[in-house]
């Protein structure tokens, strides 16, 4: 059983177009986390739900939207994708809030052309 | 702000070398630290972690030694192997209301083992 799983694992699309990516986790957890790697392999937080609850909105352009329907799911929505955009974005899964090891999913690699 | 220093990479040694991989951190507070590593193709798996100073957090091999007057948590193995070929990840996760659920990454270290 995958802890903590995306889908797709990849996803070519052109600029301009709307996309999201699914994370699911059945760990039990209560904080989940999107991540962006850049190509130079550079992760960086972008957001942190809390049993539902956004905690952590870091500097991300508002094309990105992420929504958590419940404490398993959180998903990222990004609206007029860019070529910057291009990334691979990993979903993390934590116990609780607070100093806890994170659990990641297998990454969604986005490719924007 | 938080941040983690890694020994730039990449780094090539033959199987059975002794691996060092040198990190170093500023956080403004009480830190937890972890390495994460990552194979080609995959997502991050967490390798192993330390919570206070003087703490060894060991796994597979790999040890790494919290040690708050150097601010440092090198990572090391005695015997590589070709399978332990990846990317390593030093990381930590500071206290704080936001913060504290935040990993902050250093840059990676690329490591190949060749037979």
């Known amino acids: 059983d995958t802890a903590v799983s995306q889908t797709p694992k990849y996803l070519v699309t052109q600029m301009g177009n709307d996309k999201s990516i699914k994370c699911e986790q059945n760990?039990?957890?209560?904080?989940m986390y999107w991540y962006k790697q850049d190509s130079k392999k550079f992760l960086k937080i972008m957001f942190s739900?809390?049993?539902?609850?956004?905690?952590i909105n870091e500097t991300v352009p508002n094309r990105f939207s992420p929504k958590s329907p419940d404490k398993a799911h959180l998903n990222l929505h990004i609206n007029s994708l860019e070529l910057g955009d291009s990334a691979v974005y990993f979903c993390?899964?934590?116990?609780?809030?607070?100093?806890?090891?994170?659990?990641f999913g297998p990454g969604t690699r986005l490719t924007v052309t | 702000g938080d941040s983690v220093t890694q020994m730039e990479g990449p780094v090539t040694l033959s199987e059975e070398a002794f691996l060092t991989i040198n990190c170093t951190y500023t956080?403004?507070?009480?830190?937890?630290l972890f390495w994460y590593v990552q194979y080609p193709g995959e997502g991050l798996q967490l390798l192993l972690k330390a919570t206070k100073a003087d703490d060894k957090g060991s796994n597979k091999g790999f040890e790494a030694t919290y040690r708050k007057e150097t601010t440092s948590f090198h990572l090391e193995k005695g015997s590589v192997q070709v399978s332990d070929s990846a990317v390593y990840f030093c990381?930590?996760?500071?206290?704080?209301?936001?913060?504290?659920?935040?990993?902050?990454f250093g840059e990676g270290t690329q490591l190949t083992v060749n037979p």
């Open positions: 956080a403004t507070g009480y830190p937890s």
């Open positions: 760990l039990g957890h209560d904080t």
């Open positions: 993390a899964s934590s116990q609780a809030f607070g100093r806890y090891e994170q659990y």
């Open positions: 739900y809390n049993n539902k609850e956004l905690i």
């Open positions: 990381a930590l996760s500071d206290r704080g209301e936001t913060s504290g659920s935040r990993l902050t």
